[in-house]
């Protein structure tokens, strides 16, 4: 099998002046590679992880059972209702970069899926900054779109959000909003999307919630008026004060904001693991039974937390991670051999989802050391745009160890394109 190549192939790496010259393409973020170098050296993995075509399938597969429970009114109406009001506002729009997070072992298992997917961009570009050592490994793929077409669709998903919620033609400025986004650790990649956009001919700026005023029926800053919203923050209900500029503009339908409450209540809260994990209420809510077969394979069985059943998730806590419902980036996230009981007497409480415990493949970097690894799936309208890893130390993905970080995903071609090789056919040599 191809995964097995990710024990001892390492002579596949990261071209970095193919790297430095694709970040730096336009003079307007000359400089951009030396910031990601200084502020996050750790961000790119020098090596792919390959992964068989199978597993692409089977996580393809997964996603659309997602997404067509998503779409059935029982699931919506269950869900909308637990979420805040704010959510229950149905703006056209999807929503951009849902992120499908998977573990690999026997076969893919989703962990969690979030609406503010970070690093498509990023990824793009790694992924056209690879040296394949062997003709074996140069057959393969990086995923659905060839790197050249990324960022051509990654701008048409901004259009087509644009349209979704009712306008015509394109937006004339669109701002990339996240609280005191220099502070972040991906403004790099803000950098980076302020730029894809100028090269359409769309006005662009990174901007602070507080530099917005919603003035006239319009979002506004100093430079006039914004059209399109391009939200990274991590407030998925826009409640807190900083931003009522943009929760006005929103409720008010004056800017396309994407993504958004909406999104974020069907997709991204936690619970909604525990109902795509639960065949009983699956087909309560009319799912077909194939459908229902895909995601009990696919989604380990997650459980609300809730003192009914703290005893029972307590005695089986080495079996679990405990996860915040509205949590992201692993903020508040616990495997169950690792809690405490102070930590335990906060969870018990509610807010928390016990998930299955599956562990994460690994992609060795040198004879001897391993990293763990999950593979992320950019999808858009139910398609997957790109796939991407990440490779960590540790509880969590951190984008802090050496030798990790987002590395491409390679597998083989789709066998109607009649040129993959079969994966067990594969080798690596240098």
Same mark, same amino acid.
């Given at each position: 099998?191809?995964?097995?190549?990710?024990?001892?192939?390492?002579?596949?790496?990261? +071209?970095?002046?193919?790297?430095?010259?694709?970040?730096?393409?336009?003079?307007?973020?000359?400089? &951009?590679?030396?910031?990601?170098?200084?502020?996050?050296?750790?961000?790119?993995?020098?090596?792919?992880?390959?992964?068989?075509?199978? =597993?692409?399938?089977?996580?393809?597969?997964?996603?659309?059972?997602?997404?067509?429970?998503?779409?059935?009114?029982?699931?919506?109406?269950?869900?909308?209702?637990?979420?805040?009001? /704010?959510?229950? /506002?149905?703006?056209?729009?999807?929503?951009?970069?849902?992120?499908?997070?998977? =573990?690999?072992?026997?076969?893919?298992?989703?962990?969690?899926?979030?609406?503010?997917?970070?690093?498509?961009?990023?990824?793009?570009?790694?992924?056209?900054?690879?040296? @394949?050592?062997?003709?074996?490994? @140069?057959?393969?793929?990086?995923?659905?779109?060839?790197?050249? %077409?990324?960022?051509?669709?990654?701008?048409?998903?901004?259009?087509?959000?644009?349209?979704?919620?009712?306008?015509?033609?394109?937006?004339?400025? !669109?701002?990339?909003?996240?609280?005191?986004?220099?502070?972040?650790?991906?403004?790099?990649?803000?950098? $980076?999307?302020?730029?894809?956009?100028?090269?359409?001919?769309?006005?662009?700026?990174? $901007?602070?919630?507080?530099? &917005?005023?919603?003035?006239?029926?319009?979002?506004?800053?100093?430079?006039?008026?914004?059209?399109?919203?391009?939200?990274?923050?991590?407030?998925?209900?826009? *409640?807190? +004060?900083?931003? @009522?500029?943009?929760?006005?503009?929103?409720? *008010?339908?004056?800017?396309?904001?994407?993504?958004?409450?909406?999104?974020?209540?069907?997709?991204?809260?936690?619970?909604?693991?525990?109902?795509?994990?639960?065949?009983?209420? &699956?087909?309560?809510?009319?799912?077909? =039974?194939?459908?229902?077969?895909?995601?009990?394979?696919?989604?380990?069985?997650?459980?609300?937390?809730? *003192?009914? /059943?703290?005893?029972?998730?307590?005695? +089986?806590?080495?079996?679990?991670?405990?996860?915040?419902?509205?949590?992201?980036?692993?903020?508040?996230?616990? %495997?169950?051999?690792?809690?405490?009981?102070? !930590?335990?007497?906060?969870?018990?409480?509610?807010?928390?989802?016990?998930?299955?415990?599956?562990?994460?493949?690994?992609?060795?970097?040198?004879?001897?050391?391993?990293?763990?690894?999950?593979?992320?799936?950019?999808?858009?309208?139910?398609?997957?745009?790109?796939? *991407?890893? %990440?490779?960590?130390?540790?509880?969590?993905?951190?984008?802090?160890?050496?030798?990790?970080?987002?590395?491409? !995903?390679?597998?083989?071609?789709?066998?109607?394109?009649?040129?993959?090789?079969?994966?067990?056919?594969?080798?690596?040599?240098?």
């Amino acid at each position: 099998m191809i995964e097995a190549m990710n024990s001892d192939c390492f002579c596949v790496s990261l +071209d970095r002046d193919a790297l430095r010259q694709a970040i730096e393409a336009d003079p307007s973020v000359q400089g &951009l590679s030396a910031l990601i170098e200084a502020r996050c050296p750790h961000l790119f993995a020098a090596l792919p992880v390959f992964v068989s075509r199978s =597993h692409v399938d089977e996580m393809a597969k997964v996603i659309a059972a997602v997404e067509e429970v998503a779409a059935l009114p029982a699931y919506r109406e269950e869900v909308l209702a637990r979420a805040p009001g /704010i959510a229950r /506002i149905d703006p056209g729009a999807r929503g951009v970069f849902v992120g499908y997070d998977f =573990h690999l072992g026997v076969r893919p298992r989703l962990i969690e899926i979030n609406t503010n997917a970070g690093g498509g961009l990023l990824n793009g570009l790694l992924g056209r900054a690879q040296r @394949a050592c062997c003709e074996d490994v @140069a057959r393969l793929v990086s995923g659905p779109l060839p790197g050249e %077409r990324l960022e051509q669709a990654i701008f048409e998903m901004f259009v087509q959000e644009w349209r979704l919620a009712g306008r015509q033609g394109f937006p004339a400025r !669109v701002a990339i909003l996240d609280d005191s986004p220099e502070t972040q650790f991906l403004y790099p990649e803000f950098l $980076l999307f302020e730029r894809l956009f100028r090269g359409f001919n769309v006005q662009a700026s990174v $901007l602070a919630p507080e530099q &917005l005023a919603f003035e006239h029926g319009e979002l506004r800053d100093a430079q006039g008026r914004i059209d399109l919203v391009y939200n990274r923050l991590t407030d998925f209900s826009l *409640a807190e +004060d900083a931003h @009522a500029a943009l929760r006005a503009a929103y409720l *008010a339908g004056a800017a396309v904001v994407t993504p958004h409450p909406r999104a974020h209540a069907l997709y991204a809260d936690k619970r909604n693991l525990a109902l795509l994990s639960d065949a009983s209420r &699956l087909a309560a809510l009319g799912a077909r =039974h194939e459908t229902i077969e895909i995601l009990l394979h696919g989604v380990p069985r997650t459980r609300l937390v809730s *003192a009914a /059943i703290a005893d029972e998730l307590w005695a +089986d806590r080495r079996r679990l991670f405990f996860k915040p419902a509205a949590g992201h980036g692993s903020k508040g996230a616990y %495997r169950g051999d690792k809690l405490t009981k102070r !930590v335990w007497n906060e969870i018990q409480q509610g807010g928390y989802v016990a998930q299955e415990l599956v562990p994460p493949s690994e992609r060795s970097i040198s004879p001897g050391t391993a990293l763990k690894t999950d593979i992320r799936n950019y999808v858009y309208a139910g398609e997957v745009q790109l796939l *991407a890893a %990440r490779l960590y130390q540790g509880q969590a993905t951190n984008m802090r160890t050496p030798g990790g970080g987002f590395a491409p !995903v390679l597998t083989t071609a789709q066998a109607s394109d009649g040129v993959a090789a079969a994966d067990a056919s594969l080798t690596c040599v240098s």
